[in-house]
């Protein structure tokens, strides 16, 4: 059975950076793997999901050309790198896993999930 445990948020100013990781324990090579995320009073979110490999990614139009995905197979650990970060980026993000072949964007698809971590933007 796959864990998720996130880590790497904090506090940063509007325009700053935080790259989040998520390290995963047993077999991680062959599942898709997903960063969502949920600010208060809202629905959880798609952020970035990648392939294996990570050659084949998604993100969602709100985070495109500032966040960027990617995964480490030898170290079991997936990143968000996350540039200019904006107010509204603040959210408790989340990773998640799955092998199945549905939408990669819709967080029901996804089986496993980490615990969240904290990003806090402020103006």
């Known amino acids: 059975q796959v864990q998720l445990v996130e880590s790497g948020g904090g506090l940063v100013q509007a325009g700053g950076s935080l790259r989040l990781s998520c390290a995963a324990s047993?077999?991680?090579?062959?599942?898709?793997m997903g960063w969502f995320r949920q600010a208060p009073g809202k629905e959880r979110e798609f952020v970035a999901a990648?392939?294996?490999?990570?050659?084949?990614?998604y993100y969602a139009d709100s985070v495109k050309g500032r966040f960027t995905i990617s995964r480490d197979n030898a170290k079991n650990t997936v990143y968000l790198q996350m540039n200019s970060l904006k107010p509204e980026d603040t959210a408790v993000y989340y990773c998640?896993?799955?092998?199945?072949?549905?939408?990669?964007?819709?967080?029901?698809?996804?089986?496993?999930w980490g615990q969240g971590t904290q990003v806090t933007v402020s103006s």
């Open positions: 998640a896993a799955h092998r199945s072949f549905g939408n990669n964007r819709d967080s029901g698809v996804y089986d496993i």
């Open positions: 047993g077999r991680t090579f062959t599942t898709w």
């Open positions: 990648c392939n294996w490999s990570g050659g084949s990614t």
